[in-house]
């Protein structure tokens, strides 16, 4: 019956609005169509706060009955320009070249953000959607007020005056607070000095030739993921595997760690003013997991999960680990990578470095532009000339059988100032009719030259496989009638369940093999290497996993209790030592560079979460080819189209048939013990 539902909506979409949909294409220009200086971009903003509060005020003047028509419609617009203000800000924030430029967007979050507080505390409105009659509305209108109205009683909207004031001003502090946090890990890229390249042994040929020594002689290698990874996992030196973690575990220390500790009584403060005891339990109201209780249960459940297998893979490391160092007792935090991969290479028989040429960047975005369009049954169109604030952006069209349904924007390679991780960021909320979603993808992936076509790693492709992934969720999930069911609006702590989904899409080697073409002789990539490389790649999970539970515990730790008992180093130091099999380098500050205990605060819990979410959902896919059958189609109409007009439970609930559950998660996890290893070599 759902199935039914969601394809009536479809075919009802596609009549009404085809022609409406092309001209929504044409009536809204891309982003920086007008390439706005610091006074346009200003203005713009302005004029959508402006718009916003005349909408708002429109609102507070009627003076019932209250209906979808005058309140409702106007709510979700102002909600609309306030999103709109908020994410263009927040994205020159993280990406316009221009450091002055990037100040004058730090201050516009703060003020747009300000203005969505102020809306979330306003009483006014909140009594005129609580009094609407619903009696009349469908299911997702009903949904989406009262989903409202449990974030106006969660902002504090039921107290009195002088505590809403205050709340007002805790929460503008709190933005501040973040973007500080935030750009000064983008603004402290580190680097180290290597004496000479007889130090990078191990690294790829390619990664040598970028990196020649500088006018003083010597070669700098930054903290920047291209330079970093790599060293890591090939750097055959010790030291300057170590010297380079330093450097990348304190980046934005110490300067951030006021900032962090401020973020903590900010955050605590808000909470005990609404009558939580911590902000975990206050910010763990309104999602999935409820409670700050089941955060600690959940770490608890992946912990004993994951550690069996964990000891196995950590054995393993050790042991190749002592064939270099005779008697080693302990793998540090620099050395993971490295001896995983020598594992890798003695015990599966695969070199991560064999598969890279069939990585070449602009193969790969093709290539997972051709996937997520065979998947979702959409096309991808390029807007040629499409101006924007970096040369190496492009602009996307995203078009269903015809019609036009969004437009994305690639940010991909990394530049001085620029936001250092990767995520998609919205654009704009889809609106059914009246506004085409928007999103962008802003990555660090090494940028092809007319020399070298940018080798990726499997990881990295991974990584992209992951944004895109929340970016169909944007777009599919961003036909809605309203902007604040739109995109990703639903419970946050759902949210990394269809991206870490389309992730596992690489273990496909018919997917793979689509369009992983070696870059010399456009050979696609050998099925057996694909088969080793799986079977390889399986190794390192659950140490995956306890190193991911260990930031989750790190994430909770830090909100779960009064900030002045919270010692930083402490909280890291004991998740790290109780959660991680490997040994914690002494002077490493990583949490001043955790950028999710801004956004996530505490509820990083969320990359785990849905990663059994996610495996489950995989599992449902055809294992010899997830391409096939009507199960995509299935997953795009039931879990990605509706967006937050449903709960995520029943999201989850639609497509499974029942509530997820940790078997396939499980399976993924020691894939490697219970395939015969001897069989890979
Ligand atoms: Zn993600």
Known sequence: MLVLRGSVVAVLCFLVSTAAAQDLLKSQPPLWAEKPDVAAFEKVENERLSAAQRTIDAIVAVK????????????????????????????????????????????????????????????????????????????????????????????????????????????????????????????????IDVANSSELEGLPQDYIDRHKPGADGKIHLSTNYPDFFPVESFAKSDDLRRRLYLAFSNRAYPKNSDVLRNMMQTRYKIATLLGYSSWADYNA????????????????????????????????????????????KEIWDYEGSYYSELVRRSQYGFDSQSVRPYLPYAKVKQGILDTASKLFQVSFRQEQNAPAWDAMVETWDVIDHGKAIGRFYLDMHPRPGKFTHAEMSPVLDGIRGKQLPEAILICNFPAPTASDPGLMEYGDVQTFFHEFGHLMHWILGGQQQWAGVSGITMESDFVEAPSQMLEELIRSPQVLASFAHHYQTGEPIPADLVARMNRASAFGRAGWVSRQNCYTAISFDVYKAKPQDVDLDAVYHDDASRYSLSSTSPDTHPYDAFGHLAGYSSAYYTYLWDKVIAEDFFAQFDPHNPLAGDTPMRYRRLVLEPGGSESANDLVKNFLGREQNTTAFEHWMGAEFQESSASAK
């Open 64 to 191: 019932g009955p209250w209906t979808i028509e005058n309140t409702l419609g106007p709510y979700d617009e102002a909600s609309r320009q306030l999103n709109a203000a908020i994410y263009f800000a927040r994205l020159m924030q993280a990406v316009h070249p221009n450091a002055d430029y990037r100040d004058h967007a730090t201050a516009m979050v703060t003020k747009a953000s300000a203005a969505n507080t102020a809306l979330s505390l306003n009483r006014d409105v909140y009594h005129a959607l609580a009094s609407l009659d619903l009696s009349a509305a469908d299911v997702a209108t009903r949904y989406y007020v009262q989903r409202q109205l449990l974030e106006f009683r969660l902002a504090g909207v039921d107290k009195d005056d002088a505590t809403r004031a205050r709340l007002k001003q805790l929460n503008d502090q709190l933005t501040e607070e973040q973007s500080q946090f935030e750009r000064n890990i983008s603004d402290d890229q580190r680097s």
């Open 285 to 328: 109201a309104d999602k999935m997991i409820r409670t700050g209780q089941n955060i600690a249960d959940f770490i608890q459940q992946v912990d004993a999960t994951s550690r069996p297998d964990a000891k196995r893979e950590f054995a393993m490391l050790l042991d190749e680990k002592q064939k270099i160092h005779a008697g080693a």
